[in-house]
Nanobody, 121 residues
Framework: QVQLIESGGGLVKTGESLTLSCEASSRFTSKYNMGWFRQAPGKLRREFVAGINWNGASIEYADSVRGRFIISRDKDKNTVHMRMNNLGPGDTAVYYC?????????????WGLGTLVTVSS
């Protein structure tokens, strides 16, 4: 069983930045591909945001965040961070850490509880 614990959400103004973090805890020592999805208010589905593979060599972003968000991971750990720059109201959502997807064509197996990001105009 894998548990994902997110942190870093909050309320910011348009144009500001925020960093989310996620730590995966497991009794296994495997390295995981990890990523972030988000669910905006009123939307039924979660959408892929960014993903990074187990050793950090492969990264993908959704078109809506490419150039503004940066995903990274701590070396030799199942901990990922996502720096979100130039935030706008359209980024308001609950952000979920997940395993093991690194792109939008994958269905996550494990989810965190989510952390709320609210961007005011």
């Amino acid at each position: 069983q894998v548990q994902l614990i997110e942190s870093g959400g909050g309320l910011v103004k348009t144009g500001e930045s925020l960093t989310l973090s996620c730590e995966a805890s497991s009794r296994f020592t495997s390295k995981y591909n990890m990523g972030w999805f988000r669910q905006a208010p009123g939307k039924l589905r979660r959408e892929f945001v960014a993903g990074i593979n187990w050793n950090g060599a492969s990264i993908e972003y959704a078109d809506s965040v490419r150039g503004r968000f940066i995903i990274s991971r701590d070396k030799d750990k199942n901990t990922v961070h996502m720096r979100m720059n130039n935030l706008g109201p359209g980024d308001t959502a609950v952000y979920y850490c997940e395993i093991p997807c690194t792109n939008s064509r994958c269905d996550p197996t494990y989810w965190g509880l989510g952390t709320l990001v609210t961007v005011s105009s």
